[in-house]
């Protein structure tokens, strides 16, 4: 999607798994696993792994390690946590 000439993608999220999951030290994305990420078609309807993924920490990790490139999402996740 866009908006204000920015993309809000999924691909943003998945990028902060993928960047950031493996360091054991990070604490941006605790709550990100592989089952978030790559799901099924069941995993899809689970809310609690919707919820976990659009969270304000979520959306705050990816404000902080990514800036404005990722603001679009950021303002997405932002107001479908509220």
Do not use: F, P
């Not at 994305?29 to 069941?42: F, G």
């Not at 609690?48 to 490139?69: C, F, H, I, P, R």
């Amino acid at each position: 999607m866009w908006n204000n000439g920015k993309d809000a993608s999924w691909l943003h999220i998945v990028n902060l798994y993928r960047d950031h999951s493996q360091d054991q030290l990070c604490r941006y994305c605790k709550k990100l696993t592989k089952e978030h990420i790559d799901m099924t078609s069941y995993g899809c309807m689970k809310v609690n792994k919707v919820a976990q993924v659009l969270s304000k920490t979520d959306a705050s990790a990816l404000e902080m390690l990514y800036g404005d490139q990722v603001s679009e999402t950021v303002t997405i996740i932002r107001h479908m946590d509220k």
